[in-house]
């Protein structure tokens, strides 16, 4: 009875020993969490060379005055838009128009002496025409030899004065005629000079710069607006020298643009042939398309086709983003393995991967939340 009651406990003992290590982890896990993989296989990729760069405008125009003054009114804010023509800046005009007053005032004396100098001239016509007739008689006489040398020589005096008087008339109306021509001519440059005073907007676009303010002096030359035309935008990307001779004007490239939420296509339109000595790269310019979205500033990248390649693709869902690391689980016997990665180009729903995994790996995807390193998995079909 004593021997029987010794080997049942030493059985149970080796019954209990006999589990293996591998089991007992496995019951420690829980159970098997199902997933679904995809095997990382070899594409063919789009070679692709990207080159990163700034939107400008195409046209932009620093508003200034063309003339002194002091600011009265500023119709704009900065990220307005505006038509062509709108008045954007109104200055103080009263100089302007004493001086406005002052070439009316003088027009108006001329054009008030202009019947006085025809009177002057209708009398001293009259003058002559006596003298003339007086000198013809006399001169008549005087072949007669009915009067004497010196009555001839006092019609001929006569004559010579009426004439130096009417010449003399003419002329002072020829310059009252100059005179208001010239006051004329001051009056249309007041005029135009009060235009200036309201300052108005060269074009359709968007108020980007704003440095005055009501009370400011304006200064001719010193900028206070600065406006972009609508619709007249450009990627300035900067290209490495190597690769310019891959790209052409009129081609095609794909731009994507941080704050605007999808791909644009943009076409060449200008390779600056200059290359920059400290970075050497050259500026690429491609016209970019119509976007309401689109503001001078944005980064942006172009992305140049440049044929493709055989590389190793896994989809984008199943990549874990911890800060500036990025992971991947495997699946592998039957346990999820996380595995540091290192990518390259995205293309839609597919990133190139550069090292991590190889070839035939089994990629989990869509990742299970929770799921941790060693965790046990069962592969769905």
Same mark, same amino acid.
């Given at each position: ?21 591998? @089991? ?57 838009? %505006?038509? #062509?023509?709108?008045? *954007?800046?109104? /200055? ?35 003058? *002559? ?11 008549? *006489? ?15 005096? +006569? ?38 005073? @309201? ?13 005055? @303010?009501?009370?400011?002096? #304006?200064?001719?030359?010193?900028? /206070? /607006? ?30 994507? *643009? ?9 076409? %060449? ?5 200059? %290359? ?92 299970? +939340?929770? /799921? ?5 998995? @069962?592969?769905?079909?």
């Amino acid at each position: 009875m004593k021997r029987i009651l010794y080997f049942v406990p030493m059985a149970l003992w080796l019954s209990g020993c006999g589990e293996s290590p591998r @089991e007992n982890r496995q019951a420690a896990l829980g159970p098997a969490v199902p997933v679904n993989v995809v095997a990382a296989s070899e594409r063919q990729w789009p070679s692709v060379y990207e080159a990163t760069g700034t939107v400008r405008a195409r046209t932009t125009s620093d508003i200034a005055a063309k003339l002194m003054g002091y600011v009265r009114e500023v119709k704009v804010q900065t990220g307005d838009r %505006v038509q #062509a023509g709108q008045l *954007l800046v109104t /200055l103080d005009t009263r100089d302007l128009e004493v001086n406005s007053r002052r070439a009316e005032a003088a027009l108006e004396e001329v054009r008030s002496a202009v019947p006085e100098a025809d009177s002057a001239i209708a009398g001293a016509k009259s003058n *002559l025409d006596l003298a003339q007739s007086t000198f013809d008689r006399m001169q008549d *006489l005087f072949n007669k030899k009915s009067i004497s040398n010196q009555e001839f020589d006092e019609a001929a005096a +006569k004559l010579k004065c009426a004439q130096s008087a009417y010449d003399m008339a003419k002329a002072k109306r020829a310059q009252l005629d100059a005179q208001a021509a010239r006051v004329q001519q001051d009056v249309k440059a007041t005029e135009v000079t009060r235009t200036y005073a @309201e300052i108005t907007a060269p074009f359709s676009g968007l108020i980007t710069a704003k440095s005055v @303010e009501p009370g400011t002096l #304006a200064v001719p030359g010193t900028p /206070l /607006l600065t406006i972009e035309r609508d619709g007249s935008y450009r990627l300035e990307a900067s290209v490495e020298e190597s690769r310019l001779t891959t790209i052409r004007v009129g081609q095609t490239v794909s731009v994507a *643009l941080d704050g605007v939420d999808r791909t644009i296509s943009a076409r %060449v339109s200008e390779i600056v042939p200059g %290359v920059d000595a400290a970075s050497r790269s050259a500026i690429v310019k491609l016209d970019l398309p119509m976007v309401a979205s689109l503001r001078a500033g944005m980064f942006g990248r172009a992305r140049f086709q440049r044929g493709s390649r055989s590389t190793l693709v896994i989809p984008a869902s199943a990549i874990t983003e911890h800060g500036q690391l990025q992971s991947v689980f495997v699946a592998d016997t039957g346990t999820a393995h996380a595995r540091l990665i290192t990518t390259g180009q995205r293309n839609q729903d597919q990133v190139e991967v550069l090292s991590g995994v190889t070839a035939g790996d089994n990629i989990i995807v869509p990742v299970p +939340k929770d /799921l941790s390193d060693g965790a046990r998995v @069962e592969v769905r079909p």
